[in-house]
């Protein structure tokens, strides 16, 4: 389970305070801004990602930054992720028409097929060229940092947080 607080999304087992409950070694808190973004940068990065999931017509699911820009661990080269947290069934679908741009037995179809059973994730480029112009017009043209952007499957393999709730889209 999730538990929501005011601007952030703790991960079971954190409170806000950021301690592992029933452990002895503290995890930092979850940061309300990603490392490398100031708040008006993070704010404006924030509408972006709701109109691309908007205008890129992406099912209704959790739209959220996580990994290390958001753990607090990020190096300088580091990128930031963001994920569109959706459940099983939804995700299939939209796997089954993102593998429809693969044609049978080549070796992209292959990786996504990868990327899908062991990941429960599709990549922007899964996603297609039209969302992948979105994505640079509406992300990257307002991130200080490189952007990977996902649809990832709920409980899958990288459904991991700390997560940074990026609102409603």
Known sequence: AVVAG??????????PEGGNQGSNSPEPAPRTTPLGFTGRQFDKFKRGARRLVRRA???????VAHGSRIKGTARNASDIDIALRVDETTFFDLAEKALSRARPG?????????????????????LGPEFQALRRELLDANSPVPVQFSVIKIGGKLDTGPFLSLGNP
């Open 106 to 126: 080549t070796r992209l179809r292959e990786t996504m097929l990868r990327r899908i059973r062991q990941n429960g994730q599709l990549s922007s480029f899964d």
């Open 6 to 15: 005011a601007t952030a999304v703790y991960s079971v087992g954190t409170g």
């Open 57 to 63: 017509e992406l099912p209704e699911g959790e739209l």
